[in-house]
Structures are given as structure tokens and as C-alpha cells.
Nanobody, 125 residues
Framework: QVQLVESGGGLVQAGGSLRLSCAAS????????MGWFRQAPGKEREFVAAIGWDGVSTNYAASVKGRFTISRDNAKKMVYLQMNSLKPEDTAVYYC??????????????????WGQGTQVTVSS
């Protein structure tokens, strides 16, 4: 079955960096778009970044553009989120998710079918 396991979260000071990783298994990773989402306490889940199945197209939420970078390694079945210049408002549980087959980086949230358990990111001021 499809499994997604996130790692790399933690506590960091504002201005710092973290790199999240998501290990995928149970499906043909290289043919699916992938995305990162986050949910802060008391708020709805929101889109953060996505990458197309071929790794060419990427898409970012306006709030993270220029600070976060999504990438994938199809050989290792991994997707990453490099987060720089972190702000307290980036504090949330971060989830990776499987997007559409041969999908681009532009997909509505409802097109993501499988989700990881999440990893906590806390940014202190």
C-alpha cells in the first residue's frame, strides 16, 4: 500500500532553515506529482508547494515563494522541502501528499489522494 513518511521537522529560530524529507513507497513514485501542505493550530490545511511528476514544474504558495524549494529524487523515491528564512508564521504540521498520475505542479488539494502522518515545524521568534 502507499506509504509516505515525513521527517526533518523540529524547533528552529526565526531566520533559520530546515529541510523536510518525505519517503514514498508502495506505488510508482516517478509518475506522480507530489505536494507539501501544512496545518497550523486552529487553521485549515493549506498548500505550500508542489512538483510535477517529471520534476520540471514547481508551484509555491505566495507566502513561501522565494524562501522554500521543493525537489524530488525519483531514484530514491524522495521528495524534499528546503525551508529558508523561516518565520514564526511557518509554524505548523507539514504533510507530503501524492498528486495525480503524470500531474503537473498545479493541482487542487482534492486531487491529492494519499497523505503522510506529518512532521512538526516550530519557528520561535
Amino acid at each position: 500500500q502507499v506509504q509516505l513518511v515525513e521527517s526533518g521537522g523540529g524547533l528552529v529560530q526565526a531566520g533559520g532553515s530546515l529541510r523536510l524529507s518525505c519517503a514514498a513507497s508502495g506505488y510508482t513514485f516517478s509518475t506522480y506529482a507530489m505536494g507539501w501542505f501544512r496545518q497550523a493550530p486552529g487553521k485549515e490545511r493549506e498548500f505550500v508547494a508542489a512538483i510535477g511528476w517529471d520534476g520540471v514544474s514547481t508551484n509555491y504558495a505566495a507566502s513561501v515563494k522565494g524562501r522554500f524549494t521543493i525537489s524530488r529524487d525519483n531514484a530514491k523515491k524522495m521528495v524534499y522541502l528546503q525551508m529558508n528564512s523561516l518565520k514564526p508564521e511557518d509554524t505548523a504540521v507539514y504533510y507530503c501528499a501524492v498528486g495525480p498520475l503524470y500531474g503537473s505542479s498545479w493541482n487542487p488539494e482534492k486531487k491529492y489522494d494519499y497523505w503522510g502522518q506529518g512532521t512538526q515545524v516550530t519557528v520561535s521568534s
